[in-house]
């Protein structure tokens, strides 16, 4: 057959016929290792006669740091190129133009950086963009290992709050108080032991842990519900392993007990060729699996990695997302026709579940278990852990001992089974790298001792996961990997007692009773009982404007996005916005009918607080120029209270509002539809301050009763009151931790889950009466009734 291609690239017809005239001369030698070196040559010979394309700079004040030879690793593909970084920007150039001439990532926008293993080597570099996204913005791996260090030292290095990546062990003390989930935890160790989306043959792997399949109701309680965890899959039917013993021992060398993996590309995609198809017909030459070969049923896969003599496969995170399309043929896809005659569509689900969405939520309920929390630690000894080799493996029929020559799965599957820079035959190492990509690859090696179980929290109910999915819950931010500032922030947290003040300025006439700063920690605002908006530097400890609207009070300040705009509350019922840049009021929005208390601001909506016994939501933007027309401020809804309004917090994803009355009632709204959740008197006298926990499933009060109360956002029920010896008149807290400022100016550091105060630091002269904490938790500002602000940092 003749085909006529029609070129979607530019550049010259001549060139892309000339190489397609080497690539065939290279498909006509013999050996696969000649062609391999002959297509290698050629593509070294066009990255040493090409460069970055500097004019793809998006900025012609850029400086470039560094540019070197890489490739863009894809699932089942690595795309080869020049990457660059600058001052500015990381770049990526393919060589083809594919997917789009140049992959530009703004350094700014990064969020995580990972060292990674490529086929064994230490080559990748893989960068997030996002902080609860399984798959990153680009996966880069490199020649050589020093190029790909020098990037990521230049990034990590860029990154102003970058902390050096947390260890196994570091998550691990989280998860065993009950701070991460299982599901967290396991994609943090996943991470940590180089697994990743954009690289099938080390796609992160999870457990099965139901092994009831049959059944028309899943009872969690029931242990016999469970897969035993304390064995790898391959040693669950101990007939079948006796069979396997038998197997090895007869076996010629090199031998190895497990003929398969438990994570390929090939299971991998096994499980979602529903919504990857075009990677099984990449990996399997364009055809697609026999039809009963296919992943048509839960019930029978579990049943064949169970009785099967070749499969030994564990699950993917896509078991406990929510996300049910890999279990769905919408796509339409003509997978063939079963023996039986029925055609192959979506995925046959087990008796107990009702949907797609109900598998996924039973499937991660079983994840999140009482069973599988007291047994996870088996596990992840078998697949992460000392039982991944070593002699300790050998008992467990799960690892590999070279010196006795008992290798459970293949020895090129284990970190350090090969040099393949030692290998100088062509074909040979081709087969080897081949074998090292598509038969599977064993985590890297995370723990070497035991690794401790979880424990059950005195404070249960803080830290146990919450059956609460409505969109009120801040759901994404539980199911993420954590990003550089969110690393940072737990170890900050973990040495919250530390906290130490480090200067202290008098600025104010009256008490202060807001602090906003910059985002580079620069400017610091504050408002105050003296009616004053006041700007502070930190560099020169020098006020530089002082500002009043009013002869009133102002009540709070925040900073909004951007750093080009400040509003103020203020206690004559109107809320002031000022331009930094023109150092004058742009904006007063009248939107009380009695004194403003507190205000908040989350995507471009702004929400006050009032005396007049009512929370405003109101949408829009102020003019960015003071001589623009005024925006108009569109009332979104009116949250009505008995009485006036003295707090209010958001949580992270700005869909919960908690506010606190003067008469001790917290309340919980849902902001989406603007409806009261629930109100719960729960202080006798004002309530001081509130804040939601990270993770939204929770509200921590203070009031004028010396009461710190934790409510559950779910049931609205008061789960713990603590009783401090004073009123606490502002808090912090990272759902277990908190730092409370009191009447007396100390501050205050809590151990909820202890039920304790774990530290006391004396401050201010007078009570503390507002607090501001840096995204990344290691520097604190506190504003008191002695007029004064105090800078705080954490000494590590």
Request: aromatic share 10%; proline share 4%; charged share 20%.
């Amino acid at each position: 057959m003749e085909y006529v291609f029609e070129l979607d690239v530019s550049g010259k017809v001549e060139d892309v016929v000339e190489t397609l005239l080497q690539l065939h001369r290279a498909s006509c030698l013999d050996k696969l290792g000649d062609q391999t070196a002959m297509i290698t040559a050629i593509l070294q010979s066009r990255l040493a006669r090409t460069s970055f394309d500097k004019n793809r700079f998006q900025s012609v004040s850029e400086k470039l740091h560094m540019e070197c030879k890489a490739e863009m690793v894809t699932p089942l593909v690595t795309n080869p190129g020049h990457a660059c970084v600058t001052d500015t920007t990381l770049y990526f150039q393919p060589l083809n133009g594919y997917p789009k001439p140049v992959v530009q990532i703004m350094l700014q926008d990064i969020r995580r950086i990972y060292k990674r293993r490529h086929g064994l080597m230490p080559l990748g570099l893989e960068v997030f963009c996002t902080e609860d996204d399984l798959c990153s913005d680009i996966y880069l791996k490199f020649y050589e290992r020093q190029d790909r260090d020098d990037l990521y030292f230049y990034i990590a290095t860029y990154l102003e709050h970058h902390v050096p990546e947390r260890t196994a062990e570091g998550y691990t003390l989280q998860w065993q108080r009950g701070l991460l989930s299982n599901y967290q935890y396991l994609l943090h160790l996943n991470s940590l032991a180089d697994r990743s989306c954009s690289d099938l043959s080390q796609y992160p792997v999870f457990p099965w842990v139901i092994g009831d399949y049959s059944s028309s109701e899943l009872d969690l309680s029931n242990p016999e519900t469970f897969r035993d965890l304390s064995k790898p899959v391959g040693a669950l039917n101990q007939e079948r392993l006796e069979r396997l013993l038998t197997r090895y021992r007869e076996m010629p060398e090199p031998r190895f007990m497990y003929g398969s993996h438990y994570s390929s590309p090939g299971y991998v995609l096994f499980y979602l060729v529903r919504i990857a198809p075009e990677y099984m017909l990449c990996l399997q030459n364009g055809r697609f699996d026999n039809a009963d070969r296919m992943f048509n049923s839960i019930a029978e896969t579990w049943k064949n990695c169970l009785d099967g003599a070749t499969d030994f496969k564990e699950l993917i995170p896509e078991f406990y997302g929510d996300d049910v399309s890999f279990l769905v043929n919408s796509l339409k896809l003509d997978l063939g026709k079963r023996q039986g005659g029925q055609l192959v569509n979506d995925v046959e689900l087990p008796p107990w579940a009702r949907s797609p969405e109900d598998f996924l939520q039973k499937s991660r309920a079983a994840l999140e278990s009482e069973h599988v929390s007291e047994h996870l630690h088996e596990w992840i000894d078998l697949v992460f852990g000392y039982k991944q080799q070593g002699r300790d493996a050998v008992g467990a029929h799960n690892g590999v001992v070279f010196v006795s020559l008992f290798p459970v799965f293949h020895p090129l599957t284990y970190e350090g089974g090969v040099d393949l820079n030692s290998i100088e035959d062509p074909d040979e190492k081709v087969a080897m790298l081949t074998q090292i990509l598509e038969f599977g690859q064993t985590p890297r090696q995370l723990f070497v001792t035991p690794h401790p179980r979880r424990i059950t929290p005195k404070f249960k109910s803080l830290s146990q996961p919450s059956s609460y999915n409505a969109s009120t819950a801040d759901s994404p931010g539980e199911e993420s990997f954590e990003d550089l500032t969110e690393e940072s922030r737990t170890l900050a947290w973990s040495n919250i007692t530390r906290l130490e003040p480090q200067e202290q300025h008098r600025i104010h006439k009256e008490a202060v009773t807001g602090i906003a700063v910059s985002r580079n920690g620069s400017s610091i605002f504050t408002t105050s009982q003296d009616s004053t908006l006041k700007m502070f530097s930190k560099e020169s400890r020098m006020l530089q404007r002082s500002i009043s609207f009013s002869n009133m009070a102002l009540s709070s300040c925040l900073l909004l996005p951007g750093d080009a705009t400040v509003i103020s509350s203020s206690w004559d019922n109107n809320i002031y916005f000022y331009s930094i840049a023109f150092g004058r009021r742009q904006d007063t929005l009248m939107g009380h009918d009695d004194a403003v208390s507190k205000i908040c601001w989350h995507d471009n909506r702004l929400y006050s607080a009032s005396w007049d016994s009512t929370v405003k939501v109101w949408s829009g933007v102020p003019a960015e120029m003071p001589c623009a027309r005024k925006q108009h401020f569109e009332l979104l809804a009116e949250l009505e209270h008995d009485v006036s309004v003295d707090t209010i917090s958001l949580n992270a994803a700005g869909t919960l509002l908690a506010s606190g009355t003067k008469e001790g009632t917290v309340t919980i709204w849902d902001l989406t539809t603007a409806t009261l959740l629930h109100q719960i008197p729960c202080h006798e006298g004002t309530v001081g301050d509130s804040a939601f926990s990270p993770d939204s499933r929770h509200v921590l009060s203070t009031g004028a009763d010396s009461r710190l109360n934790v409510i559950d956002v779910q049931t609205g029920m008061l789960i713990s009151s603590l009783t401090a010896d004073e009123p606490q008149r502002c808090i912090l807290w990272d759902g277990s931790s908190v730092v409370s400022g009191s009447q007396s100016g100390e501050l205050l550091v809590w151990d909820l889950l202890g039920g304790r105060v774990s530290k006391r630091i004396q401050g201010h002269a007078g009570a503390v009466t507002c607090m501001w904490m840096n995204e990344q938790c290691s520097n604190v500002i506190t504003g008191g009734e002695d007029r004064q602000i105090m800078f705080w940092k954490l000494q590590y």
